[in-house]
C-alpha cells in the first residue's frame, strides 16, 4: 500500500467520526477555543496512545535518512529526499537541517516543556513518561559524548532527531520528536529501531495529522457557529430606536445643520438599518455551511425570478398571503408585501429596502445572501416596521413643532 492510499484510508475512518466527537464535546465545552484544544490535542496525551503503532505502521528494511560507510554513520538528505519523491510528497516544502556538538562533561538540560492540562488526558501517564525520559536522557549524557540534531521540516510540521553517540563507538540512541506542533514527548529509540523506521512516510504522516487537524479544527468551528446562530431569528432582532427625550436633542442639531426631513429620517433609521443588516449576516452565516437556495435576482430575469424560486420558496415557508411583484419607476425592482407592509430590493445595487416608504433606508446585504434570511424577515416585517412608523410619527411631529 502506498502512503497515499494508506492515509486516505486513515483519514476516512477520522473524519467519519468528527460528527459524533463534535456532539460529545458540545456537551463538556462551549467555547470555539475548547474545540481548537481538542482538535489540536496532543497526540502522546491520549490514553491508547504508542509510540510502537508508528514503529510498525512505518517499517522499512533501510531508513532512508541514514548512510553507512564503513562503519561511519551520517544522516543522508538525499537518501530522504529520494524516499519522500518516491511517495508522491511535494518535495518542495522538504527541507533538512542539521547540527553537531560535544556533550561531554555537560549535564543533561532541565526540561523547559511546560505541560499543559488537557481534559481526557492521562496525568499519570505523563508522569509516568517525564521520569522515564529523565532518567534515559541524564544517561545519555553519562554514556554519550556528542549529540547531532536534525530538524525535518514538510508542509506544516518540524520532525526533531537528536543522535546520541560516543566518540569511537559507531552505534547511537535516537530520541524522536515526529511532530513538534503535536507531540511533546519522544520516541526513544536503539540503532536497531532506527533502522529499520521509515522516516520519510512517517514525515507525511505527521504532516498529513497536522492539515487533518485543521480540517476537524475547521469542521467544529463551522458547526459551532451554525449552533450558536441557529437561534438567531428575526426574533432575535433588537430594535433600539432612539427615545423621544434623545430625538428632541438631535432633531434641532440636524436641522442646525441644514439636514432636510428625508435626510433626519436616515439618521434616525440607522439602529433600525443596522439590527436588520447584522440579522441578514447572521442567517447567512448560519446556513452558508448547508445547502440553501440564494437570493440572487440579479442573474436572472426578474418576472421568471418571481415565479421561481421566489415565489415556491415563499409559499414553502408560509408566506402564501405575501404578495410578489416587479416594481417599475422606483429604486427597487421587486417589491415584496406582507400584511400590509412592504419590503423592496434593487437586484442591480444589491440593496435591501426593509421598508419601501423610507427608500433612503437601503441596506446593502451579502452576494449570497439565502432566500430563508429575507423570508423570516417578512414574517417579522409588520412588528419591526410598526416599531420604526411609530418612531418615523415621533419625528414628523417634532420636526413640525420646530419648523412652525
Avoid at 29 to 43: D, I, K
Avoid at 65 to 80: A, C, N, T, Y
Avoid at 141 to 169: A, F, W
Avoid at 395 to 402: A, F, K, Q, S
Wanted: proline content about 5%; charged content about 30%; hydrophobic content about 35%.
Amino acid at each position: 500500500m502506498t502512503f497515499k492510499d494508506y492515509w486516505k484510508e486513515k483519514a476516512a475512518k477520522r473524519r467519519k467520526g468528527w460528527a459524533s466527537k463534535f456532539k460529545r464535546l458540545s456537551e463538556v465545552g462551549g467555547e470555539l477555543e475548547y474545540f481548537r484544544n481538542m482538535a489540536f490535542f496532543p497526540l502522546d496525551y491520549s490514553g491508547p496512545f504508542n509510540f510502537d503503532n508508528y514503529k510498525k505502521a512505518h517499517y522499512t528494511m533501510n531508513n532512508p535518512i541514514m548512510r553507512w560507510r564503513q562503519m561511519d554513520f551520517s544522516f543522508s538528505e538525499s537518501g530522504l529526499r529520494a524516499a519522500l519523491e518516491a511517495e508522491g510528497a511535494e518535495i518542495d516544502s522538504f527541507k533538512m537541517v542539521v547540527s553537531r556538538r560535544s556533550i561531554k562533561g555537560k549535564q543533561a538540560p532541565e526540561s523547559n516543556k511546560g505541560w499543559k492540562t488537557y481534559p481526557c488526558m492521562n496525568p499519570k501517564k505523563r508522569d509516568r513518561y517525564e521520569t522515564m525520559y529523565r532518567a534515559w536522557l541524564k544517561r545519555m549524557y553519562e554514556i554519550c559524548t556528542d549529540v547531532e540534531i536534525v530538524h525535518l521540516t514538510y508542509g506544516q510540521v518540524t520532525m526533531t532527531i537528536h543522535r546520541y553517540s560516543t566518540e569511537g563507538m559507531p552505534f547511537g540512541y535516537y530520541e524522536l520528536n515526529p511532530c513538534e506542533q503535536l507531540t511533546e514527548a519522544y520516541f526513544l529509540l536503539h540503532e536497531a529501531d532506527f533502522y529499520t523506521l521509515n522516516t520519510a512516510t512517517l514525515l507525511m504522516e505527521v504532516a498529513a495529522e497536522w492539515e487533518l487537524r485543521q480540517d476537524e479544527f475547521l469542521y467544529y468551528a463551522k458547526r459551532w457557529k451554525i449552533r450558536t446562530m441557529e437561534a438567531f431569528t428575526t426574533d432575535s432582532i433588537e430594535l433600539k430606536m432612539w427615545s423621544e427625550k434623545k430625538l428632541q436633542k438631535k432633531i434641532p442639531e440636524y436641522i442646525a445643520k441644514g439636514y432636510n426631513l428625508d435626510k433626519i429620517i436616515e439618521q434616525v433609521c440607522r439602529p433600525w438599518k443596522v439590527a436588520i443588516k447584522k440579522y441578514i449576516e447572521a442567517v447567512t452565516e448560519r446556513e452558508e455551511q448547508v445547502p440553501y437556495s440564494k437570493f440572487d435576482p440579479y442573474h436572472f430575469n426578474v418576472e421568471d425570478y418571481i415565479k421561481n424560486p421566489l415565489r415556491l420558496f415563499f409559499d414553502r415557508e408560509g408566506l402564501r398571503e405575501a404578495k410578489i411583484w416587479k416594481s417599475e419607476g422606483t429604486c427597487y425592482d421587486i417589491c415584496m408585501e406582507f400584511k400590509g407592509y412592504q419590503a423592496g430590493h434593487n437586484s442591480i445595487k444589491r440593496l435591501f429596502y426593509p421598508n419601501t416608504h423610507y427608500p433612503m433606508c437601503g441596506i446593502p446585504i451579502p452576494e449570497w445572501t439565502p432566500l430563508i434570511a429575507i423570508a423570516e424577515y417578512l414574517k417579522a416585517m409588520p412588528k419591526l416596521s410598526q416599531q420604526l412608523e411609530e418612531t418615523i410619527a415621533t419625528v414628523h411631529h417634532i420636526y413640525d413643532l420646530l419648523k412652525q
